[in-house]
């Protein structure tokens, strides 16, 4: 007669294997997190104090430990994990459950807390990377025994008890990712945030570990354990029976147990391998160097990453793990749940036609940030279901007394997928083009001897001074730009600029694929417009009355205090395209493009709006432009002034404009003079900077149409307003 089992009273065992999965991978997904804050401790002072003295080559140098430290790290994870995990599916049976478990968490625990204190030691680079790769080998040799024995454990359960390890696992993920959008936001130091994640870390461990003592006091885990112990002991004895009579050899029962486990669960194994080997192989590899193309000028492009890649996969992984506590569709036994892994390799295109960048080969089919949004759900929901469906199926698909063993072999598999997917990320990485074909420097290509040797006067081949290039460089630089690629990328687009020319001569001269140039163009353009609200943006409420002040000097009147802006356009003289020049013919009788600028009385730009064909007219210009649609300026109760060429509006926006001519009293005429004189300032900013920067201009006039030519039109407003505010910013070295 069967005896029944025990119910699992308030889910207690449940949550013990979801805190247990949660300790397995938090603390790892915490020590990557902080990969930044480990390079920045074996930066070499030598090499940053030569930086420091030659301006002109800052990020040339990078030390040998720093470069290496991702590729090494690789390598320290993925092969402990790996060989462990094989040889606890092998050894397991000889070593008791309570040490593996109990050991690993404690041997885990310590490493943190040692982690956690080298935060506050100074250290020189090559022991702390010595000190660091042997606790990497240390948390993944460790890492791997835990992981296949709650396995193993979870075998020994009723199939839905392998989910909550699983969901614990996922929300390790969620909870890094959460952490470093945390550390973004509120602009944590890597010290700090570093030291934060590894105190974390030890904390969950600590919890993990309570929740280990705890297990074996619950009647409903009593009671398998109490089950498997009898049936190996069943098992034992019809052995012993048998070598009584001769019938078998016992040193060879384990091996065949093996094979025979193996036999019956090698196409689950396979699968969950095959699943976390495209995951792996993917993400974070092409995934994490997606670009933003609707956040060019805002917080969005910061958080694009940790938010839809990082924070957005682990939630609906996660979600796809916890839903197999509830649902278990397709069946063990059903060829569906094998095909559907399989065509989760139709994700390996789908993300390489996103907005991936750098990229040599292929081209971008997927532009908007919502596929990569929409890609990565289903990806991350697939991942996460598929993997813990096969995790749950595998240890009952054989007989009692052999769910520990598949189990491990299960974990082994798991894991040998994730090492699988790390090395086919090289070869996606590849696919795509990879930065590598430009980044090795070339100091016989004789513009960069030029800008290397630190001398020579830059103005033939740039237009601009060597200090100017250096600042603009030094502005540009973001804090993920390493190396001295950042130096090349700012050197081409400032080249590609100030000489009109195809990217056909830039490639030429700088010794780089035209494919590149075209993708360096582009990202540099996005780098300027992040720039743009720092040196274009509206005064604040304060300054206004300063701005009424000072329009009332200019015009001379007091009806004019309220006046905090001039609003006029300027025609840019080009070659135009030859497809659409009659667009670009205006009615000053030449070809133009427009550009909208809103001036305060100091001649500083507050916005500009660039990019509309000449024949436009102006007041089309500025009801399109965001200035008029968003209402961003001027603010209630102020105006600003505007000349013929605008509407007279009120609703929208407060626009002054002058009486028409011709005037029909003095009054009228004595407002038009006044007028005239405040709104003069917009025309003297437009002069101001024409006669600064007409190089640039004159070159322009007579070689945009080639250089937009090679431009995709719906990139082409991007990178007019990002060549607009490259010159603002020139401009505004000169003045400085």
Known sequence: MAISSPKDKYFGVWLIFFMLGLGTLLPWNFFMTATVYFTSRLKDSSLVDFSANHTEAVGEHRSILEAKFNNVMTICAMLPLLLCTCLNSFLHSLISQRLRVMGSLLVIMLVFIVTAILVK??????????????KIIIINSFGAVLQGSLFGMAGLLPTSYTTPIMSGQGLAGTFAAFAMICAIASGSE???????????ACVVIFLAVLSYVLLPKLVFFQFYQERNRKQRSDEDNSVNLMNQNGAADPNIRQNVSMIGIFKKIWLLALSVCFTFTITIGIFPAITAD?????????????YFIPVSCFLLFNLCDWGGRSLTAVCMWPQKDSLLLPVSILCRLVFIPLFMLCNVHPRLHLPVFFHHDGWFIFFMVLFAFSNGYLASLCMCFGPKNVLPHEA????????????????????????????????SQYCRLNRHVPILVIYFDGESDLRPDFRLSRPTVAHLIQLLRSPLDHSWGHDLEVLVFLFWMASTTSYHVVSRAFAIPRSTVHDIIHRVTEKVLRLKNRLIFFPSADQLQTI???????????AFARVVGSIDGCHIRIKPPSADAQCYFNRKLFHSIQLQAVCDHQCQFLDIFVGYPGSV???????????YVQK???PEGFQILGDGGYPCTSELLALITPYREPVRNPVEAR????????RSVAERAFSVMKARMEIFWSLWRRHWGRMMAEIRSSQIWHVENGCVVALLLCQRQLTT
């Open 548 to 558: 009424g002040a000072e329009f009332e000097r200019w015009a001379g009147s007091a």
């Open 121 to 134: 030691v100074q250290m020189e680079p090559l022991p702390f990377f010595s000190i660091t790769m042997v």
């Open 632 to 634: 961003l300026y001027p």
């Open 617 to 627: 007219h102006d007041a089309r210009v500025l009801k399109n432009s965001p200035l």
């Open 671 to 678: 407002f038009n003079r006044h007028h005239a004189k405040a």
């Open 190 to 200: 890597l010290q700090d945030a570093a030291f934060g994640y590894f105190i974390t």
């Open 290 to 302: 997606t670009k933003s193309t609707i956040g060019l000028e805002g917080s969005w492009d910061q």
């Open 404 to 435: 520990e063993t598949a189990g491990t072999i299960m974990a082994f598999f798991l894991s040998l997928g994730l090492a699988s997917g790390a090395a086919l990320s090289f070869i996606f990485r590849a696919m795509r083009g990879h930065p």
